[in-house]
């Protein structure tokens, strides 16, 4: 399908690490966990409110405790792993079950719960425990200024740059498991298919608002399809 040393780039989202029994948080009503988004992952929520956006990602940090990484994201090691070519994974996932897969060359472009980050002095700090308005940061000695490394709507996401970069010098874009309406994600399919000769893959449980973009689709669970064209693209 494509050379055995070209440059592949992977997208995946919510639908990646539901299959590790991960919840999307959102609901049907556009709520998450029973909160307005704009309230709990916004900067203007969590001015309002930080100790209800605190207590919101404490308990998604602590339920990664609970989840292991499924086949999908262990198939994607291996590709990065074993392909010759250049290879990019981004996560629009805030979880760690890619790393925890072994995977490395990854971006997060929404960030990461089990980090934090000081607003008074920028630094970003590895995280596992609960956070609060009276966590000291490590770095400047300041309290209230640190919050969960994620971003939240309206902020823009990290290291776009190199995500562009690597779009445009794709041969094969994957896409999996992302529902395709966030943006800027949702506009990598369109920017990859500029690339001449650029193949496009997506793979998820169903159709999305992007798939007319795609060339290839494969419809079902990512644990069982995943490894499936990974092994595909190592033998070709």
Known sequence: MIKPNASIV?????????ESGVPT???????????RIEDVASPEGFARDPELVHRFYNLR???????????????????????????????????DLHERAGSEKLIHMHGEL???????????????????????????????????????????????????????????????GTSGV????????????ERPGCHLIEMNLESTAISRQFDEHIIGPVAVELPKLVEQLLAA
Request: contains cysteine.
């Open 10 to 18: 992977v997208l995946t989202g919510a639908g990646m690490s539901a």
């Open 25 to 35: 948080f959102r609901g049907v009503d556009g709520l998450w966990e029973g909160h």
């Open 61 to 95: 940090r602590a339920a990664l405790n609970t989840v292991e990484p499924n086949a999908g994201h262990v198939a994607l090691a291996r590709l990065e792993r074993e392909w010759r070519g250049r290879f990019l994974l981004v996560t629009q996932n805030v979880d």
């Open 114 to 176: 089990r980090k934090a980050r000081c607003e008074c002095c920028d630094a970003v700090f590895a995280w596992t425990k609960d956070l609060d308005s009276g966590t000291r940061c490590r770095a400047c000695g300041e309290i209230g200024g640190m919050r969960p490394h994620i971003v939240w709507f309206g902020e823009f996401p990290f290291e776009m740059e190199t995500i562009m970069g690597a779009l445009k010098r794709a041969d094969l874009f994957l896409c999996i």
């Open 182 to 193: 966030v943006y800027p994600a949702a506009g990598f399919a369109q920017i990859a298919a």
